[in-house]
């Protein structure tokens, strides 16, 4: 079945320090997005891309659509105490959703 | 508020008991969908319906039972459960094109089931 693969499973950093985690697959996706999870609440969608090779940014964060529609990548700039939490990558095809495992992100004041 | 709303948050049942999950969305969203996240486990698609209709049964046992009346409500009808169906339950809805693209896929809050 498809599977991602996403990098790193966790990271330990000091606030204002900038972030950078990858989802790789061996399938292509039409879709890549990014969500963010809290304890005990649902994904947060914190960016969508439609387009191989599009960059978009939102606020701190910027990922871009990998050219081969294989991957993506997530980067927080200058990191804050609220952006603690666990981040997902998920490609889309066909409606369906595939998840990577999550990167939980710890960050030390 | 996420536009996808599910009740109840929190849910504890035992083996032999029925009940139901209900997903709301205000999104005018065209597609419902069902998702389950056990621990250390990516969430994994359980129903697909678009335009009311399913479109995916992603291999899930029988004693999940999915129905959607209508194009913002969503229910999981769940019947004598096993322990490990223990888990987090996760609704969300999307805008869904001629290409089966999907825009604006957006979660619920989950119920949280536990089965005793």
């Known amino acids: 079945g498809q599977q991602l693969n996403q990098s790193p499973q966790s990271m330990f950093i000091q606030e204002g320090e900038d972030v950078s985690m990858n989802c790789t697959s061996s399938?292509?996706?039409?879709?890549w997005l990014w969500y963010k999870q809290d304890p005990g609440e649902g994904p947060v969608l914190l960016i969508a891309l439609y387009k191989a090779g599009e960059l978009t940014s939102n606020g701190r964060l910027t990922a871009q659509f990998g050219i081969t529609r294989k991957d993506s990548f997530l980067n927080i700039s200058a990191s804050i105490p609220s952006d603690v939490g666990i981040y997902f990558c998920?490609?889309?095809?066909?409606?369906?959703?595939?998840f990577g495992q999550g990167t939980r992100l710890t960050i030390n004041p | 508020e996420t536009g996808v709303t599910q009740t109840p948050r929190h849910l504890v049942m035992g083996m032999t008991n029925k009940k139901s999950l209900k997903c709301e969305q205000h999104?005018?969203?065209?597609?419902m969908y069902w998702y389950k996240q056990s621990a250390k486990k990516p969430l994994e698609l359980m129903f697909v319906?678009?335009?009311?209709?399913?479109?995916e049964n992603n291999s899930v046992p029988s004693r999940f039972s999915p129905e959607c009346p209508n194009s913002s409500h969503l229910f999981l009808h769940l019947h004598t459960l096993q322990p490990e169906d223990s888990a987090l339950y996760l609704c969300?809805?999307?805008?869904?094109?001629?290409?089966?693209?999907?825009?604006?896929?957006?979660f619920g809050s989950g119920t949280r089931l536990t089965v005793v």
């Open positions: 399938s292509i996706f039409n879709t």
């Open positions: 998920a490609g889309e095809l066909a409606q369906k959703l595939v």
């Open positions: 969300a809805s999307s805008i869904t094109d001629s290409t089966s693209t999907s825009y604006g896929y957006t």
């Open positions: 319906y678009s335009l009311e209709e399913r479109v």
């Open positions: 999104l005018g969203h065209n597609a």
